[in-house]
């Protein structure tokens, strides 16, 4: 515990043996391929499919009439199908999906399908499509959903303020950019039994999509992650699609059918991070002190509902920042439009709403000629304060010290302080973010928050061990070994993660929200509990002890008064298959509760919070526009480490990935169609623009976590842009409002101030 | 179709493929060699990077006719026997792999970069990798990797 032992899964990925989908193979295998809309909205007037049917090689090319289940993709509503049923409401919608011996034959034939449109009138701003009168995407309104908080009296609050603060900002359409594209396997087994492999987050997802679509009971799926390459959120729901337009090709032909999406195919179909509009009213004391905060926060949330109530959920319990705010009044909708769904990325909705109040607060600091720092620690919420949904913090709140740690490291006032060279092109700057994270699904998935594990001790002494959430890349594998060496008082090396698969663990709920390593790990100490009572029973009659007083640890049980006192684990478990004690367990853990109210976004959302504080700094080229950072010191409370070294690595990952989002990477959408498909159009961070990265960890340990470890891989994204803007705005006393601050926006907004300031 | 006669891994090779077959799948299907990731299928990415003349290059980009008689080298070809390279033994002591899904890239470019210079500064080494994209790790744990390859590389002398 505490250890950074190297991950499980290294030496396999170093060796290049990590099994992907795209490393699948089965005999008699097909490939498929999916054919998309290419109209934002339209009606669908005729599908010719013959040419394609008569293809040689080609084995099946189905349309929403050949679904043998129902036409529908669960998410949070029933609004979304699996093939589009004559209407069709973004760009890159699938039509129908096709079958054939190999993958050039399926592309062959995917363009002899003859699909044939009546336009209809299509909405893709958030704004004009709320509440437009005629064009009706969802219910009479297109709103997925509307979201409130309610605390104190905002009116009081702006008039009790010395200084008020309005702006609007906007946040760019971001595109996971996963390395490892989409992909799914499935296979059919004679006994009807649907086996679904792939690249995946939520498996129990899958099964469900798979079952519903298909028409079979869902003890007839099983599902089964390989090695995923990256996922962010990115591979929450939409692998469902994925997996059942496999499966359903497979169900049809009897054969295992293949279909791993290209690049373009991702970056048009699949979910992004949605692009947001925040209109943010703060007002505060001449001292600093905030009075109030009024939202209005809205989400471009494409043509389904996919992910968007919950996404929105978490953006505005997030809406205030880690502060103490004692009005607040916030209002925020999901919005249709016809764009590809926007779904879950990395913070989850947060992202967004922190870039405008993070930018709030230095705004505030500087009408107020406070440092940015200062108003900070004046507002920020310590043990025992409420948050804006109000919820008492009464446990594990690292703020202060992440904030206070981040600013040491950095140096921050002192390079505050440093005079800035006017004559250089290049500016400096150096910015702040405090931010939190609300851990887990919290009260916007209450249903969810339950896992399963399982545990079996073998005659070997050596272990297996099944969770349902699953390993991404961010080593929730190497962490769960370790938990369950620690608690069986083996070594890690004795310890084995199998797959995850659904016919083995009940349904464990998603792998998204930094669960994993919370939920999981307390169900596999469930698990681990109950074998360590056999376990002690035998080592405590080997050394003529009783139970009770009987440790195990590395490899050892010994009597917890005289440790030299000690015995081998292994022939502790020798005699336990001796007694043929039962040496399997499943375990199984229940989030504690939580709780909200719908009319006053009142309640305990979540759990418990993590906290983090960035300093950016930045050097910005008045003459191109063009922002470069320079360092980037990150504090994170996360509760405790178990691993440090995975942790500094999501620390540093999550880091450069919101650079991405705070300077390049927008998806650019024209009349509904991705004009940037591609890693040369896209543009996300090289090793060439990777700043330096200090990440500090602070742990404020969480009661009722593995032992008081919170999940926050989410949190070391969320607050990047904002620091990165507000160094921006020191380097050159601009502040850019919307992301990303690519050059030619930058370059625009200095070339605009020069005119403002000589007039 | 061609004959396509070349040297993977140190081994020769000699396969009946048509010419506008891709090396990338020529390695995967033809030869096994998954360690070879395709991310992109565009030359963007560097997942599917090989030593090929003992140059780095994106073996999406390169045709099976382009590469008869070439001496080719995948992340399969730099352990021998389960002795791992330095640089994948200072990849997995420094936690430069999260997904793992580029790791065969970076691998394979930073061996070649460091078969042609052996002591790299921290410049030189992202120049060599800026080929290939990382989305997990940040970069930062990958350049260290590499110097610490540089120290094992030296002591191996
Ligand atoms: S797959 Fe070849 S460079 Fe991306
Ligand atoms: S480790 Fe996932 S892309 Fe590099």
Not at chain 1, 21 to 36: G, N, Q, S, T, W
Not at chain 2, 31 to 46: A, D, N
Request: with cysteine; charged share 25%.
């Amino acid at each position: 515990m505490g250890q950074s032992v190297p991950r499980v899964d290294a030496r396999a990925k170093v060796l290049g043996k990590g099994v992907f989908a795209a490393d699948l193979f089965f005999p008699r295998m097909l490939y498929a391929r999916v054919i998309r809309s290419s109209r934002p909205h339209a009606t669908l007037t005729r599908i010719d499919l013959d040419a394609a049917r008569k293809t040689p090689g080609v084995y099946a090319v189905l349309t929403a009439e050949d679904i043998p289940g129902r036409n529908e993709i669960h998410v949070v509503f029933n609004d979304q199908p699996f093939l589009a049923p004559g209407r069709v409401r973004y760009v890159g919608e699938p039509i129908a999906v096709l079958a054939a011996e190999t993958p050039e034959i399926a592309e062959e034939a995917v363009a002899k399908v003859v699909v044939e449109y009546e336009d209809l009138p299509a909405l893709f701003d958030p704004l004009k499509a709320r509440g437009h009168s005629e064009i009706h995407l969802f219910g009479t309104n297109n709103i997925y959903k509307h979201l409130k908080v309610r605390r104190g009296n905002v009116e009081e609050g702006f008039a009790r303020s010395d200084i008020i603060i309005e702006n609007t900002y906007r946040t760019p359409y971001q595109e996971h950019a996963y390395l490892e594209p989409q992909g799914m396997v499935a296979v059919p087994r004679p006994n009807g039994l649907m086996e679904v492999y792939g690249s995946m987050q939520c498996p129990f997802y899958v099964q469900e999509g798979v079952a519903t679509v298909l028409g079979l009971p869902l003890s007839q799926v099983r599902v089964i992650q390989t090695a995923t390459g990256g996922a962010f959120g990115g591979k929450e729901d939409v692998p469902t699609l994925v997996g059942v337009q496999a499966a359903i090709l497979a169900q049809k032909t009897g054969r295992p059918v293949k279909l791993i999406y290209s690049r373009d195919e991702d970056i048009i179909s699949m979910s992004k991070r949605h692009p947001g509009i925040i209109r943010y009213k703060s007002g505060a004391k001449k001292d600093g002190t905030l009075q109030a905060i009024e939202v209005e926060y809205i989400l471009d949330s494409g043509a389904y509902a996919t992910l968007s109530p919950v996404v929105l959920w978490r953006g505005t319990v997030h809406a205030g920042g880690p502060y103490r705010i004692p009005n607040v009044k916030v209002d925020s909708y999901a919005v249709a439009t016809n764009k590809v769904p926007a779904g879950a990325f990395r913070g989850f909705g947060s992202p967004q709403i922190l870039f405008a109040a993070e930018s709030q607060m230095d705004e505030l600091a500087r009408a107020l000629g406070l440092d940015p720092a200062e108003i900070r620690e004046k507002n920020l919420l310590r043990l025992n304060d409420e948050t804006i949904t109000g919820q008492k913090l009464s446990f594990s709140v690292g703020n202060i010290e992440a904030f206070h740690k981040a600013l040491d490291k950095s140096n921050y006032f002192e390079k505050k302080k440093q005079p800035k060279d006017t004559r250089s092109p290049i500016r400096k700057g150096i910015g702040l973010s405090t931010v939190y994270y609300g851990v887990g699904l919290g009260a916007g998935g209450v249903h969810l928050a339950r896992t399963g594990a399982y545990v079996q001790i073998l005659a070997d002494s050596s272990v297996q061990f099944a969770v349902g959430t699953t390993e991404m890349g961010q080593g929730m594998a190497t962490v769960l070994t370790q938990i369950v060496a620690d608690e069986l008082g083996l070594p890690v090396e004795s310890v084995y993660i199998l797959e995850t698969d659904t016919s083995r663990i009940p349904d464990s709920g998603p792998t998204v929200a930094s669960r994993a390593t919370t939920m999981s790990g307390n169900a596999l100490k469930d698990a681990c509990a109950q074998l360590r009572k056999p376990l002690k029973q035998a080592a405590a009659d080997l050394l003529g002890l009783a139970p009770d007083s009987i440790r195990l640890k590395d490899g050892w049980a010994f009597d917890a008064a005289h440790s030299e006192k000690r015995i081998p684990m292994r022939d502790v478990i020798a005699e336990c298959f001796r007694r043929r004690e039962n040496m399997a367990a499943a375990g199984f853990f229940r989030s504690p509760e939580v709780s909200w109210d719908d009319e006053t976004g009142q309640g305990n959302a979540y759990v418990t919070f993590a906290y983090a504080t960035n300093v950016a700094e930045v050097e910005v080229d008045t003459e191109t526009g063009a922002v470069r950072v320079v360092r980037i010191t990150a504090a994170h409370d996360v509760g405790k480490a178990i691993n440090p070294q995975l942790v500094t690595g999501q620390i540093e990952g999550g880091t450069v990935q919101g650079m991405g989002y705070a300077l390049t990477e927008e998806i650019v959408t024209k009349d509904g169609v991705i004009q940037n498909p591609h890693f040369s159009t896209y543009i996300i961070p090289t090793i060439k623009e990777a700043p330096e990265i200090d990440p500090i960890i602070v742990e404020a340990p969480y009661p009722n976590g593995p032992n008081g470890a919170k999940g926050f891989a989410e949190q070391p994204l969320m607050g990047i842009a904002p620091a990165i803007a507000n160094a921006v705005a020191d380097a050159v006393g601009i502040r850019i409002n919307e992301l990303p601050l690519k050059p030619e926006r930058v370059w625009r907004a200095l070339r605009e101030n020069e005119t403002k300031t000589a007039l | 179709m061609i004959d396509l006669k070349f040297t993977v891994n140190g081994e020769k090779v000699t396969l009946k493929v048509p010419g506008a077959k891709r090396l990338l799948d020529v390695l995967r299907e033809d030869l096994g060699l998954l360690s070879v990731k395709e991310g992109c299928s565009k030359g963007e990415c560097g997942a599917c990077s090989v030593i090929f003349n003992g140059k780095v290059v994106n073996s999406c980009m390169v045709l099976a006719c382009q590469a008869d008689g070439s001496e080719v080298t995948t992340l399969e070809g730099l352990s021998k026997d389960g002795h791992l390279d330095p640089l994948q033994e200072a990849f997995i002591q420094t936690g430069a792999v999260q997904c793992g899904f580029c790791t065969p890239g970076f691998i394979v470019a930073g061996r070649a970069l460091l078969n042609r210079n052996p002591h790299p500064s921290d410049e030189e080494i992202k120049d060599g990798l800026s080929g290939n994209l990382c989305r997990c790790t940040g970069y930062q744990k990958i350049v260290t990797a590499v110097k610490l390859a540089t120290e094992k590389d030296g002591s191996d002398v």
